[in-house]
């Protein structure tokens, strides 16, 4: 069975840093795209970020500049590395991966980002 294993959230200040990450297991296959997602409260799930297996990458606008993100394939894993953090990118984090044309969801991690 196919997991999607985040960690790395927490508490943050503005303008700190934290970084995601998100481990596959479970698959012997490769993850096409995999990407990040986020829901704040009282909003919709919204996309932060993907990257392809050959790395090509997607970042929303209201991010850009500040999330990075990158995947290790031999791995299986995706990272979002958050810089300048604003109490607007409070949120639970989601990881996503398309295999073989399924979606599967991480459990979620909570970032938070307070003074």
């Known amino acids: 069975q196919v997991q999607l294993v985040e960690s790395g959230g927490g508490l943050a200040r503005p303008g700190g840093s934290l970084r995601l990450s998100c481990s596959v297991s479970g698959s012997r296959f490769n993850m096409n795209v995999m990407g990040w997602y986020r829901q704040a409260p009282g909003k919709q799930r919204e996309l932060v970020a993907t990257?392809?297996?050959?790395?090509?990458?997607n970042i929303v606008d209201s991010v850009k500049g500040r999330f990075t993100i990158s995947r290790d394939n031999a791995k299986k894993t995706v990272y979002l590395q958050m810089s300048n953090l604003a109490p607007e990118d409070t949120a639970v984090y989601y990881c996503?991966?398309?295999?073989?044309?399924?979606?599967?969801w991480g459990q979620g991690t909570q970032v938070t980002v307070s003074s």
């Open positions: 990257i392809t297996f050959g790395g090509s990458t």
């Open positions: 996503n991966a398309m295999i073989v044309g399924y979606s599967y």
